[in-house]
């Protein structure tokens, strides 16, 4: 089953989509992750994507849709795969259908005053990947998995969301007219507990819980 995962920053994508991968047995595609090591490694295009992530904005087209046609040829990726932060735009969308057929897409939608309240009390651990959120913290500042220092990213930053959030309105909230309109797009209440949430998409994806 290939399937693709929309929603705003913050909305809990990627932890709903490992969630389903371990389900279903196919891996998890997120672009974050991918633009991220290139990042972190000083890539050509890392250091690319870079300049328009600290801005809040989207990385070009061409820069992702590479990346993900290569990512969607490997071998583990024959028997389906989550699309977890692509596509972005409908262009993309459009870009994507031209070498990978969708079997179903799911919105997960939040209110922009949870999501600004989640992004920005993030904390993430680089060494691991962890993730946290101060709530649940209790002051705490290294990560409960491996130890290291935990830290707030550049674009969980208060200023940086409302930036992100604007941009997701005006450029990727389309694609949810366009998948609707295609018969793929299912709809899950991102707010709801967090199990909650996957057993919606379960039932979305017609999985027995």
Do not use: W
């Amino acid at each position: 089953m290939n399937v693709i995962f929309l929603g705003p920053p913050g909305a809990g994508k990627g932890t709903q989509a490992v969630r389903v991968c371990e389900r279903l047995g196919i891996p998890q595609i997120s672009t974050g992750d991918i633009l991220r090591r290139a990042m972190k490694e000083g890539t050509p295009t890392g250091l690319a994507a870079k300049a328009y992530v600290d801005k809040g904005e989207l990385v070009p087209d061409s820069v992702v849709i590479d990346i993900v046609r290569e990512r969607l040829a490997a071998e583990d990726c024959q028997k389906g795969y989550v699309l977890d932060g692509f596509p972005r735009t409908v262009p993309q969308a459009e870009a994507l259908a031209a070498f990978a057929d969708i079997d179903a897409v799911i919105d997960i939608e939040v209110s922009d005053e949870q999501l600004t309240e989640r992004l920005s009390g993030r904390r993430v651990c680089l060494a691991c990947g962890g993730t946290y959120h101060v709530s649940r913290l209790a002051g705490a500042t290294a990560c409960m998995k491996c130890g290291a220092q935990l830290i707030q990213r550049d674009d969980d930053k208060a200023e940086t969301v409302l930036s992100r959030l604007g941009v997701y309105h005006a450029q990727t909230a389309p694609l949810i007219d366009y998948y609707s309109a295609r018969g793929l797009l299912k709809t899950v209440d991102g707010a709801q507990p967090m199990d909650d949430c996957f057993a919606a998409i379960l039932s979305a994806l017609g999985e027995k819980q």
